[in-house]
Nanobody, 123 residues
Framework: QVQLVESGGGLVQAGGSLRLSCVTS????????MGWFRQAPGKDREFVTA???????YYADSVKGRFTISRDNAKNTGYLQMNSLKPEDTAVYYC?????????????????WGQGTQVTVSS
């Protein structure tokens, strides 16, 4: 069982930045792919970005060039740096992991999830 705890959400003005963190309890964190998803009110949860243990990344087109995913395997922690935030980025953001060396875009592939952290971008 892997536990994930997100932090770093909050209220920010459009154009601002936030950095989310996701601390995991796993002892073999480098063997897990980590994904970030988000769910806006009234919408389905959607893929944002993911990173493998070796650092390969993939981004949704909507955040490419603005968001950066990273990880520190020694600290069992993943990060999501969000810059140039827009009101449409407002959502609950979730981190998730799966024991794999591949990237998955579907939320159904991920085995463990955090509780989510709210990000609100005001116009």
């Amino acid at each position: 069982q892997v536990q994930l705890v997100e932090s770093g959400g909050g209220l920010v003005q459009a154009g601002g930045s936030l950095r989310l963190s996701c601390v995991t309890s796993g002892r073999t964190f480098s063997s897990y792919v980590m994904g970030w998803f988000r769910q806006a009110p009234g919408k389905d949860r959607e893929f944002v970005t993911a990173i493998t243990g070796s650092g390969t990344t993939y981004y949704a087109d909507s955040v490419k060039g603005r968001f950066t995913i990273s990880r520190d395997n020694a600290k069992n922690t993943g990060y999501l740096q969000m810059n140039s935030l827009k009101p449409e980025d407002t959502a609950v953001y979730y981190c998730a992991v799966k024991r794999s060396f591949k990237i998955f875009l579907s939320q159904r592939e991920y085995d463990y999830w955090g509780q989510g952290t709210q990000v609100t971008v005001s116009s």
